[in-house]
């Protein structure tokens, strides 16, 4: 029997730094915060090595991280929140400043910026070298703890959405260490992260499935474009689960990508080498990779310096024997970033009454279908401030909630470790950098089997999400690249699509087709 908990201010699913910026901007309304695990530890952010992208040189502007942004999406982005993104840019690495994250700065007090792939210029803002996301978060996390308004609970785990009759977001049902509650609250924010845990091979916590993007289909929200999945290129391959990440920086030094005759192969696909967009050097680096292996060298580039630069870089390559500054390092691609997500608005307003969501699970089509390097934690931070702000602008006064009629989640259950291996390497064959119809045929069969067995599991309903828009998507596009449909159509359409419609196409095993849309009405307003 679960425990009822009526809290009156916002619910906010996440505590990373999406939902962390929410939480510091929904004042002075008292804010609980579901931390999943212990503040800081096992979420995205904290893990980011590049940096956080913006214009802050005199040479750069918004309107020019709009369009790099435009431009690396591939056709499907949202102009209007690129702009609204990139616009904010800034003024939220200066806020992050003042909150205390330690920035790397020239002599003369400027930031030190990288240059990162697909950007016309030096624009990520760092910290230490690779220690941007650990640094920005502890800064927002020390903020949030010292936040009276702020209230956190860690080992909270959201198992699904609470609705009002009239299909209001009103709660949450929540396993808080070891009880169940039903947690009450009259506006609920989703700031649970990616899907990169859905993956064998992944740079993120492994514990990120695509929950909140699942429990918001589940209560009947939209979902944008969850097809679209990035995979970072340069995953150290040394056999680790998550796989440690050699972030994109150093390419932006010099660092390059060869295979095992020494020859730079990206070069063969794209003029831009290994600052192509993200997409082209995955694939580039999956090529090689099955052909022999592909390595990232900064030998010559950085070489001695290694250490002071990149220190959690070549932390993770010592731990393993390699030495970065002699050798060059093995790296394959994993999974990294989810495009797709919950449809929002720039507001972070979802297709549902009082349900917004924010960051990695939210989508507003802001990245489309191949996201600019280091725009993650720019998006964390900026839009987190912008959701906090809306989602609290009409509170009521008191939040009284008809708990008799609630309509309340199945309490979803969880895959065995061998069914979730099974999961993992299923996705990761078949949905990964290279799909084809076979394969993805393969795992929507393997996905009903396991539903089967665990019908409602959050981790089945994201990939399947995932699957069953890939499978539709007919094209190759950004992240998204079909080996029997490798051209790209000549419009651009993003996919809209809820839950209703993914069972059906999957009872029909047609995989049927989905809604696309490139209107105006379809674009965040």
Known sequence: MAEVYIHNGPLVIGAGLAGLSVALNTSPHKTLVLAPVALGVACSSAWAQGGIAAALSPEDSPKDHATDTINAGAGIVDELAAQTLTEAGPQTVQHLKAMGAPFDHKPDGSFVLNREAAHGLARVARVGGDLAGKAILEAVVHQALNAPHIDIWERAHALGLIKSTDGTAVGALVQHADKLVEVFAPVVILASGGTGGLFAVTTNPANLRGEGMAMAALAGAEIADPEFVQFHPTALKFGLDPAPLATEALRGEGATLIDKNGHRFVFDDHPDGELAPRDIVARAVHKADQNGGAFLDARTAIGEH????????????????????????????????????????????????SLYAVGECACTGVHGANRLASNSLL????????????????????????????????????????????????????????????????????????????????ALVSARLIATCALHRRESRGSHYRSDYPQTEAVGARTFTNWPEIQNAGQSRTYGELSTCTSPDCLTS
């Open 379 to 458: 998006e964390a931070a900026a839009f987190g401030e912008r959701v906090g702000k809306a989602a609290t602008a009409d509170l009521p006064a008191a939040f009284s909630p008809d708990m008799a009629a609630a309509q309340r989640p199945a309490l979803p259950p969880s895959l065995s470790e061998s069914d979730l291996k099974a999961l993992r390497d299923g996705m990761a064959r078949d949905a990964g950098v290279v799909r084809n119809e076979v394969g993805l045929t393969r795992l929507l069969d393997l996905l009903t089997h396991l539903d089967a067995r665990y019908p409602g599991a959050l």
């Open 306 to 353: 290694f250490p002071a630069e990149f220190p959690t870089v070549f932390a993770s390559c010592m731990s393993q024997g390699v030495d970065p500054r002699t050798q060059p390092m093995p790296v394959a691609p994993a999974a990294h970033y989810h495009m797709g997500g919950v449809k929002t608005d720039i507001f972070g307003q979802t297709t549902l009454p």
